[in-house]
């Protein structure tokens, strides 16, 4: 009932343990507290906060509008509905060095698991879109080492991302890989791999976890868990699917009440109140407090 049972604490402790597995873990992004609920009843390993998301979430493109106060607050509602760990985007780390010690210290008390700080120029944009930038590697780099020197909880992640590939090539990543490691990445993020040979070449380069980034319409071929694990990743993330997904539901839906002035061919499409409620857990307010919280489920109602 309410929120999760398990500490933040736990969380990043168990997140460490599942990654020192070698098992490949998949974390699809979660654009409501309540999708969390569902990737958890689904059986996934993690929850992803994508800076994207968020952004169009407040009907905004991704090009560095969101704020840390933004996205520690969504990061916030969705890691306490969930016993799964949350990794958050966290952009730049909204500003220099210092800015990114404090955005560090705001996540980790907003609950997460993880996040990751890319090396892209302030404002950033969307790392699969053309015309990106990158910090020189000394500011990158300074980025990593401060976000690693300001946690608290040494069990929090800190991933680095870098977007150099689309810019500077391979051997690019590669390097800035390997330099973000020694500043005390625990993870490598590299952004908009062309073929599943350039995420070997990473794996290659670092003994720390590799992610890849499965978003639909991007850079990458939309890879296979076998295929992924087959080259050493270790995490991938589907960003925004589940957002795409759901508006992609609503605009035919929306089609439908337009022209047919109902719903009722959309119906079979939709998720019933039973399953709403059993999502919810009714049952447990029911019976934490009868007197104030009846909510008796009537499966016929749909």
């Known amino acids: 009932m309410l929120y999760a049972t398990s500490t933040p604490a736990d969380k990043r402790r168990l997140f460490r343990e599942r990654l020192a597995s070698g098992d490949l873990l998949q974390l699809p992004g979660a654009f409501t507290p309540l999708s969390a609920k569902l990737i958890e009843k689904k059986g996934f390993d993690g929850v992803y906060v994508s800076g994207a998301v968020l952004s169009a979430e407040l009907g905004l493109p991704d090009i560095g509008l969101t704020t840390l106060s933004e996205v520690a607050g969504r990061s916030a509602q969705i890691a306490r509905m969930t016993e799964l760990p949350v990794l958050v985007d966290a952009d730049t780390g909204f500003g220099e060095p210092m800015n990114v010690a404090r955005t560090v210290q705001?996540?980790?008390?907003?609950?997460?698991?993880?996040?990751?700080?890319?090396?892209?120029?302030?404002?950033?944009?969307?790392?699969?879109?053309?015309?990106?930038?990158?910090?020189?590697?000394?500011?990158?780099?300074?980025?990593?080492?401060?976000?690693?020197?300001?946690?608290?909880?040494?069990?929090?992640?800190?991933?680095?991302?870098?977007?150099?590939?689309?810019?500077?090539?391979?051997?690019?990543?590669?390097?800035?890989?390997?330099?973000?490691?020694?500043?005390?990445?625990?993870?490598?993020?590299?952004?908009?791999?062309?073929?599943?040979?350039?995420?070997?070449?990473?794996?290659?380069?670092?003994?720390?976890?590799?992610?890849?980034?499965?978003?639909?319409?991007?850079?990458?071929?939309?890879?296979?868990?076998?295929?992924?694990?087959?080259?050493?990743?270790?995490?991938?993330?589907?960003?925004?699917?589940?957002?795409?997904?759901?508006?992609?539901?609503?605009?035919?839906?929306?089609?439908?009440?337009?022209?047919?002035?109902?719903?009722?061919?959309?119906?079979?499409?939709m998720q019933t109140r039973a399953e709403l409620y059993e999502l919810l857990d009714y049952e447990s307010y029911s019976s934490f407090d009868a007197g104030v919280f009846d909510f008796t489920l009537d499966d016929n109602r749909g």
């Open 106 to 269: 705001t996540l980790e008390d907003a609950g997460v698991a993880g996040l990751h700080i890319e090396d892209q120029v302030n404002p950033k944009r969307c790392g699969h879109l053309d015309g990106k930038a990158v910090v020189d590697r000394s500011t990158a780099t300074k980025r990593i080492r401060a976000a690693a020197d300001a946690r608290r909880d040494p069990d929090l992640l800190i991933m680095a991302r870098t977007d150099v590939r689309a810019i500077e090539g391979l051997d690019a990543a590669v390097d800035r890989a390997k330099e973000f490691v020694d500043a005390g990445a625990d993870a490598i993020f590299p952004e908009a791999m062309r073929d599943l040979a350039e995420f070997e070449a990473i794996r290659a380069a670092v003994d720390v976890p590799v992610l890849a980034n499965m978003t639909e319409f991007g850079k990458s071929d939309l890879f296979t868990t076998a295929q992924l694990r087959d080259v050493g990743v270790n995490l991938v993330i589907y960003p925004v699917s589940l957002l795409r997904l759901a508006m992609g539901a609503a605009m035919r839906a929306l089609d439908t009440l337009k022209d047919d002035g109902s719903l009722s061919a959309e119906v079979p499409n």
